[in-house]
């Protein structure tokens, strides 16, 4: 129950919704109280012969009137406390979700994104079921049953209340029972689903050996087999629950049963009247929903203080890279890295070491290595995205850690390794840094990109869908569409993170002679894997385990005849090789 | 819709015998149910009411009370289980058939459709067709059975009476109707702005880091917000309407009904003194209780139907694919000879993957293919297994064209190893040995010709070795060698190697160069392969580029030609200086 505790702050907040739930769930059980015991008093008129027109039309309008009422009262409980519950979702989802735009990049290597799914969609409506559900089963559940209880032990009998009752906690003890049955049998019935979910992935992933090997069917005998499986588990399940409404039928025909015989005997004895014992069977009726009541909150409220929980967890963790700078003017784009030494955490080896350098603002800096060589790592420091004691990166002589985090990122302008697109048209995913930018700004950014053509030969052109529920681009379209966004930020910095290697030699050229000629002034980074993109580099790095092995222009590091030269003859004969020569 | 719904009903048809015993078994527990509270009404007005305190009668009355809810109970729980076991029994049939259409599918369908939705297709849909049957038609059916059963009880008792408790079946049809005209809407669009906010989620997670350095958290957070308001916004709509409509409004009926019974009642007993036997009131108000809850629990059910009606029209379609044709009449190749006779090949009908291929294997021959990535290498053995279709052109093997080729017969045949081969759970053997019924020594014979045999040995459970999921705990190096092993089993006669040796080290890769060459001249084999020096014994060397055949010979004659194929020699000579710089390290 502490999770009513833990939610405390969100019924303070909704108090007036609440209030009104509560009130009018009151209303309505005092409500439902009123028809039996008229309709006893109608029974009891019509026995002894004494009922006139008046009093029947006096406590049938009552009947009308607590049913108008009534309506009343159950149509605000359930929009105002269901209502309330939805607002705690949807503030929750958008805190989670503002939550998870401050956390650096080494927290979405940390956490799956299936569980953050989880988290988000699953324990959300866990709570939510716990604001709504739980608080209904409380306050209805256990209220209607206080209420009748009472009704029927202090104003029609004490004794018949008690020998009514005897079924119900054996009622009681078999539903706990077939809860317990239906617990396990569940959880069986869905590991065989998940089962059935494994062996159709697998059989899919092995269709090809499946067809060559002429296997189709063994996998459809396996398959069969396990689909069988999945039945009898769902018809165990299926027995379990099949119990229930035999088992409350009988509980209740048994308690109608003592009722009527014991009621029989007390009206025997003068002590009760025809009309009581008709309400009180009636009562006993409303009996049946609090049982349910409590087997529900119990389950509820444990689901929802798991969920909770795991929300809290994930909204305590603070961003690791905190936001602390005060810069928020324009800088000249000249960078220096003063890296003496960077690791991922201590103890772990340097992933770079002794990178020291300087670029004037409008050069062109190209850097080149072998994979895990500390190039991507390199960016990273620059955009903050990871940081270290001992590595400095300066932007116009001044620590980038006292820019304000959106000010330095307006400064730098990012084409990742994996180009990301979103789920809407090619001119939003164009647009995204911009969405004021016009057509005109964005056909010509795409122009520079080299994948202006390309858009136009769709149908819809720039307004294409892509992503999940638009079409497929190719890599290379990719990487061209996520140049143009870049570019259309018009960032005093740019950095192409291994962007062209998609692109092929030709295009690759095109849109790095535009860019020379768009971006005068501008400091650009490459980081590459073909040679050729670095050419025109004002300075290139060649990065081996995180230190610089070689430094100089392309025709100074080709005279050198180190790793440069090596991989720029080999890269020689792959493009011959690959354009079939 | 009503198609679906049909052609769904249709699936229990074959289960007419289980069916009938269970609607016999439902009206009994009807009939059982329906008595109870009669049995009370004659208690109340033949033995209460007069105070006729007859001992025995009463007995037998409490007894007959008693087995008639006993009676009820048990015919209730069985009838339930039988219409369980249709239903449940209906899923698997139609899992097994919709798995069964996905194994006949051309290979071309797999390319177009994502993987997930596939296997959602089999188990995600039809789960939400067995809650259709489960929860919804199942339900439906005992519970109009029983309204059924308490209006003639209640006909019984008093007639015109019964009619008014009736009123209440049109009310509630009108209701129902109502209900799904208003809220279908408002809950589909509930469901659909709630799969916007997952995929909205989804891809923020996922894109995260470009939302970050594009500077615009605020706009997604804003963008966020809004799906999730709007969400909300329908939810509470979806909550309105099911607040004014569903349990509250039909026990606002019930509630008015009962007080026109009363009344009813009331001015039959003041019209003529004593006509109302109170028993008959106790009766009609306990029926028309009963008669409430399953007409409030049909009407919540209706929405669930609609939802699972959309899965059971994707599961149809899905069972209407044509599935791949299989030749009318077989025939049997006379002799292993392969003649490619390919004019062009397309996977989408735009690019040609391959085109002008004409060339034959003689039975025997060692062939290797060559060529860069995309060149259509692999295309080429596609082809070949028959897992596209050829429109342009044919493949032969010994006179026959492999499309008349029997399943059976071109399976025996053609051996494949693939380049990620897929490795089942279960132990090494059972994936040598797959379904093949082989002695251990002949797993160990192939093992050893794929040169596996050692390395197996030194694992703790030498073949007994339980392997993990999809091998896991081999290197993608033994994945090959098991999968080149398990080929080997089935002694083909056309062995396919693509890629087969990939992630294979030298040393190893001589050893199996060693074992196949004692197959050389028996068995036909067709290598592919990126590495050369896999390919330089070959009878013959098959380069391919851009889906032409540029070049063709034995190694030593192409190495004569200045050329592609040695132009990729010199390139495999040289070692790529990223890697050369990996080894000089370590």
Redesign the interface.
């Given at each position: 129950m502490r999770i009513f505790l833990d939610l405390m702050w969100f019924f303070r907040q909704e108090y007036r919704r609440y209030g009104l739930a509560v009130l009018a769930l009151i209303g309505v059980g005092f409500a439902t109280m009123v028809?039996p015991w008229?309709?006893g008093k109608?029974?009891d008129a019509?026995?002894d012969?004494s009922?006139?027109?008046e009093f029947?039309?006096q406590?049938?309008g009552i009947?009308?009137g607590?049913?108008?009422a009534?309506?009343l009262l159950?149509?605000l409980w359930?929009?105002a406390l269901?209502?309330a519950s939805?607002?705690l979702?949807?503030e929750l989802?958008?805190k989670i979700?503002?939550h998870?735009?401050?956390?650096s990049?080494a927290f979405?290597q940390q956490m799956t994104?299936g569980d953050?799914?989880a988290r988000?969609?699953n324990d959300i409506q866990a709570v939510e079921q716990t604001a709504g559900e739980a608080v209904l089963a409380l306050f209805d559940g256990a209220l209607t049953g206080i209420l009748v209880l009472c009704v029927m032990t202090l104003f029609i009998s004490l004794p018949l209340t008690l020998v009514a009752l005897i079924p119900w906690p054996i009622v009681g003890y078999f539903m706990w029972r077939f809860g317990k049955e239906l617990h396990h049998s569940f959880a069986d019935a869905q590991a065989r689903?998940s089962d059935?979910?494994d062996d159709?992935?697998?059989?899919?992933?092995?269709?090809?050996?499946?067809?060559?090997?002429?296997?189709?069917a063994?996998?459809?005998g396996q398959?069969?087999a396990i689909?069988?499986q999945?039945?009898l588990a769902?018809?165990r399940v299926?027995?379990t629950d099949?119990?229930y409404?035999?088992?409350i039928?009988?509980g209740v025909?048994?308690s109608?049963?003592l009722s009527?015989?014991g009621g029989?005997y007390l009206?025997?004895l003068q002590r009760l009247t025809?009309g009581q014992l008709?309400s009180f069977?009636?009562y006993l009726?409303y009996m049946i929903w609090p049982m349910f009541a409590i087997g529900w909150l119990l389950n509820l409220v444990e689901r929802g203080q798991a969920a909770y929980a795991r929300i809290k967890e994930l909204l305590a963790i603070a961003p690791d890279i905190a936001d602390t700078g005060s810069f928020s003017q324009q800088a000249f784009p000249s960078i220096t890295f003063a890296i003496h030494r960077f690791s991922y955490g201590e103890g772990q080896p340097p992933v770079l070491e002794d990178i020291n350098l300087s670029l004037e603002a409008g050069q062109m800096l190209g850097i080149v290595g072998?994979?895990g060589a500390g190039k991507s790592t390199l960016i990273s420091l620059l955009?903050r995205?990871l940081e270290g004691d001992e590595a400095k990166i300066l932007i116009d002589e001044r620590d980038i850690r006292h820019f304000t985090l959106?000010n330095l990122?307006?400064h730098?302008?990012?084409v990742?390794q994996t180009p990301?697109l979103?789920?809407a048209t090619i001119a939003e995913n164009i647009a995204?840094?911009r969405?004021e930018a016009t057509q005109a700004e964005i056909e010509a950014v795409a122009k520079i990109a080299q994948v202006h053509d390309d858009i136009a030969g769709f149908k819809d052109g720039y307004l294409t869908e892509v992503?999940?529920r638009g079409i497929t681009l190719s890599g290379g379209q990719k990487q061209r569409i996520a140049i143009a966004?870049a570019l259309l930020?018009n960032a005093p910095i740019l950095v192409l993170d291994d962007a062209l290697s998609a692109v092929d030699v030709k295009t690759e050229a095109a849109i790095l002679a535009h860019l020379q000629q768009a971006r005068a002034d501008k400091t650009t980074l490459v980081v590459c894997h073909r040679l050729s993109a670095v050419e025109q580099a004002d300075k290139t790095i060649v990065l081996?385990?995180g230190h610089i092995i070689e430094r100089g222009t392309h025709t100074s590091l080709l005279a050198e005849s180190g790793?440069y030269r090596?991989?720029f003859?080999?890269q020689q004969?792959?493009r011959?090789?690959?354009e079939?020569? | 819709m009503k198609q679906t719904f049909t052609r769904l009903l249709g699936y229990a048809a074959v289960y007419r015998r289980t069916l009938i015993q269970a609607f016999l078994l439902l009206l009994l527990a009807t009939v059982a149910s329906v008595l109870g509270p009669y049995l009370i009404k004659v208690f109340i007005d033949s033995y209460l009411t007069p105070g006729n305190w007859v001992a025995a009668d009463i007995g037998l009355l409490a007894l007959a009370y008693v087995v008639s809810q006993l009676v009820g109970a048990t015919a209730f729980f069985m009838q339930a289980l039988r219409f369980n076991r249709v239903a449940l029994n209906v899923i698997q049939t139609l899992r097994e058939e919709v798995f069964e259409r996905v194994l006949q599918l051309p290979m071309a369908y797999f390319d177009k459709i994502a993987t997930g939705s596939l296997i959602s297709r089999i188990t995600n849909d039809t789960e939400a067709i067995k809650d259709l049957y489960v929860n919804v038609i199942s339900v439906f059916a005992q519970n109009t059975v029983r309204v059924i059963g308490i209006l003639i009880a209640m006909a019984f008792l008093d007639l015109r009476l019964m009619w008014i408790c009736a009123m209440l079946i049109p009310v509630v049809l009108v209701l129902m109707f109502t209900y799904q005209k208003l809220s279908t809407p408002v809950f589909q669009r509930v469901r659909s702005l709630l799969s916007d906010i997952n995929a909205r989620l989804n891809e923020s997670i996922e894109g995260m880091s470009v939302i970050q350095l594009m500077n615009q958290q605020q706009a997604f957070s804003k963008a966020f917000s809004k799906t999730s308001t709007d969400h909300y916004r329908a939810k509470i709509q979806n909550i309105i309407i099911d607040g004014f409509l569903l349990r509250a409004l039909v026990d606002f009926i019930y509630m008015l009904l009962l007080a026109a019974l009363l009344f009813s009642f009331g001015l039959i007993e003041l019209n003529s003194h004593g006509a109302v036997e109170i028993g008959v009131i106790y009766a009609f108000i306990n029926y028309l209780g009963n008669v409430t809850e399953p007409l409030i629990d049909m009407t919540s059910r209706l929405n669930m139907a609609q939802q699972a009606l959309v899965s059971a029209s994707r599961v149809f379609k899905l069972l209407d694919e044509t599935p791949e044709p299989v030749p009318a009449e077989p025939l049997q190749p006379a002799s292993t000879r392969i003649e490619f006779d390919i004019d062009r090949f397309s996977y989408n009908g735009k690019n040609d993957v391959l085109h002008d291929i004409h060339f034959a294997i003689e039975p025997g021959k060692f062939i290797g293919i060559v060529g860069h990535t995309g060149s259509g290498k692999s295309s080429l053995m596609a082809l070949l297994m028959n897992f596209y279709r050829l429109e342009f052109g044919s493949i032969q093997i010994g006179g026959v064209d492999i499309r008349d080729i029997s399943k059976t017969d071109r399976t025996r045949m053609i051996g494949m190893v693939q380049q990620d081969p897929f490795i089942f759970g279960g132990s090494i053997a059972d994936n040598i040995r797959l379904e093949l019924d082989i002695s251990d020594a002949e797993v160990e014979q192939a093992a050893k010709q794929a040169q596996l045999h050692e390395s197996i040995l030194n694992m703790p459970q030498g073949y007994q070795t339980v392997l993990a999921e999809r091998g896991k705990n081999l290197s993608a190096g033994q994945r090959q060698l098991l999968s080149l092993a398990r080929t080997l089993a089935r002694k083909p006669q056309i062995l396919i190697l693509d890629e087969a040796t990939a992630n294979i080290d030298s040393h190893t890769e001589a050893l199996i160069q060693k074992s196949l060459m004692t197959l050389r001249g028996k068995i036909t084999m067709i290598a592919i392969a990126h590495r050369l020096s896999t390919v330089i014994d070959a009878d013959q060397l098959v380069v391919l580029h851009q889906g032409e055949i540029k070049q063709r010979g034995t190694h030593r004659e192409l190495l004569r030609e200045e050329g592609l194929y040695k132009h990729m020699y010199q390139l495999q000579q040289q070692q790529d200086p990223c890697e050369a710089m990996e080894h000089s390290d370590s």
């Open positions: 028809p008229m309709i109608i029974v019509l026995a012969g009922l006139t027109r029947l039309l406590h049938v009947i009308a607590v049913a108008l009534s309506y159950r149509v359930r929009v269901f209502g939805y607002t979702a949807n989802r958008q979700f503002r998870l735009t401050r956390q990049p979405y994104t953050l799914m988000a969609t689903f059935l979910n159709v992935q697998e059989s899919i992933s092995a269709l090809r050996l499946t067809r060559a090997y002429g296997r189709e063994v996998e459809q398959f069969n689909a069988r999945a039945n769902n018809q299926a027995r099949s119990k409404d035999p088992a039928q009988l025909g048994f109608f049963l009527v015989a029989a009206i025997y025809l008709t069977t009636l009726g072998h994979t955009l995205q959106d990122r307006r730098i302008a990012t990742p990301f979103f789920s995204l840094a969405p992503g999940e966004r930020q081996q385990h790793w090596q991989m003859d080999y004969l792959e011959a090789v690959e079939g020569r | -």
